[in-house]
């Protein structure tokens, strides 16, 4: 007797398959047939789990119960949500895919959870991936991390600040060397590329590297510390590994790749055992896919393929592309045990200005990197000042002092001026434990 859906795909629970080679997607699905009051959603998620794994819309002989048993999806989790109205099913779906289909690769990897299922669901989104030990096994996840930077910093706490260097394009290497050094004297902490940054008929990578090293060790003869350097190596895979080498010959202490070269390539980077410097990761191009896959799913790719720190949205910046809760999530997954590997650094970025410190912190914590470009370079009273504004702005906070008053001390006037310029946020509350703000608790003032 035939089953309207296969038993093989559906007649499975997460706590029935072998978790160390399996690997779990979790998606959202929101699926609507105007005018169809008899929707079987099954059949949409049996088509969803074959099309990652063995099969295609029409049976064929050789998809076998064997093959099926062996290397096709599993339905481990069905859990139904309220719908808009009778012709819409909505769901919370996970399918488990047997590694063995495709062992140590990156790419294939990603067309079984992140393949053609957007083709059969209109609002499906990839929620979560669990990575199985199995898999993991092939990754040693990021080289230097949380504990790494800061050793190599000689900054053990606090949060750690980059200047964005802008332009995007156009200045020459000696300007962008110039730029460098006024924001290192300031106290900035790092520095890098923007992610457009490349080679043009002004400047190249070579030259930019050179200028922008020198004039890091000029500041170091003057603070004492040297900053780190995250030069942009984006290129053609062919090329891309080459253009790491020569980076760390000519002295580089950083390579900053935008994620559109691809998971795999970025890989083939942070696993060279050659490659010994810290690596981030600029993740524009992931903007393209964040209807359909969540950001924290990105995170967690990331730092199983060995990248150091990455950007995070965050939901006061000047692009708040993701929900509050989703942007906060990425620093959890990118810090939380997972497999052994380091924390990576969240970078909770986009238009960020010194003001905005004391809620960055209390959402991220301390183990954070503040990148900002204009929010740096744009301070009415030059670079050097829009370095300072931020470390005074971080010091505040680790002060436990409110920023305001911070800023009020003669000796944090470039603070001050920056306030006085982009102003300051103060989080709101939402007071859950209480029905209605009458019930709220009020402050006792002591005399």
């Known amino acids: 007797m035939e089953r309207v859906h296969d038993p093989i795909i559906f007649e499975n629970v997460m706590d029935g398959i072998n978790l160390a080679d399996h690997i779990v997607a979790t998606y959202y699905m929101n699926d609507r047939l105007e005018g169809e009051k008899f929707i079987d959603h099954f059949k949409l ?43 819409t099913k909505c769901a919370v779906v996970q399918i488990a895919f047997p590694i063995n289909a495709w062992e140590n690769n990156v790419p294939m990897m990603l067309l079984s959870i992140a393949g053609n299922c957007f083709a059969y669901s209109k609002d499906l989104r990839l929620l979560d991936v669990f990575l199985p030990a199995d898999l993991v096994k092939n990754f040693s996840g990021p080289k230097f991390g949380v504990p790494g930077i800061r050793e190599l910093l000689q900054v053990p706490e606090r949060p750690i600040s980059l200047h964005i260097i802008k332009p995007k394009m156009g200045m020459t290497p000696q300007e962008t060397g110039q730029q460098v050094y006024q924001t290192a004297i300031g106290g900035a902490d790092m520095c890098k590329d923007d992610e457009m940054t490349s080679d043009t008929y002004n400047n190249n990578f070579r030259d930019r590297l050179k200028a922008v090293m020198e004039n890091i060790d000029r500041a170091a003869e003057k603070t004492g510390k040297k900053m780190i350097y995250l030069c ?83 939901f006061w910046s000047s692009i708040p592309m993701v929900s509050l809760e989703e942007g906060i999530r990425c620093q959890h997954v990118a810090q939380a045990p997972f497999h052994g590997f380091r924390k990576m650094w969240s970078m909770p970025a986009a238009g960020t200005y010194p003001g905005l410190a004391p809620v960055l912190m209390a959402e991220y914590g301390k183990d954070i990197l503040i990148p900002s470009g204009g929010g740096m370079l744009g301070h009415p009273d030059g670079y050097t000042a829009g370095a300072q504004a931020w470390q005074q702005a971080i010091a505040s906070v680790m002060e436990g002092i409110p920023i305001v008053e911070y800023a009020r001390r003669q000796e944090n006037n470039p603070l001050r001026r920056a306030l006085e310029k982009w102003g300051y946020l103060e989080r709101p509350v939402t007071p859950w434990l209480r029905v209605a703000p009458q019930f709220h608790p009020r402050k006792f003032q002591f005399e």
């Open 45 to 87: 998620i049996e088509s969803m789990a074959i099309e990652g794994s063995t099969g295609t819309w029409e049976k064929v002989a050789e998809d076998s119960e064997e093959v099926r048993r062996m290397l096709s999806g599993k339905v481990v989790g069905y859990y139904e949500l309220p719908a808009a109205d009778q012709f």
């Open 232 to 314: 942009s190596i984006t290129d053609e895979v062919s090329r891309m590994k080459d253009k790491a080498h020569e980076a760390i010959e000519l002295g580089a202490n950083g390579l900053l790749i935008a994620y559109s070269v691809g998971l795999s390539a970025i890989r083939q980077i942070t696993e060279d055992p050659a490659i010994t410097i810290p690596v981030m990761v600029h993740n524009s191009h992931m903007i393209a896919s964040m209807k359909t896959i969540s950001w924290p799913v990105f995170t967690k790719l990331l730092r199983l393929c060995g990248v150091d720190t990455t950007l995070t949205p965050t």
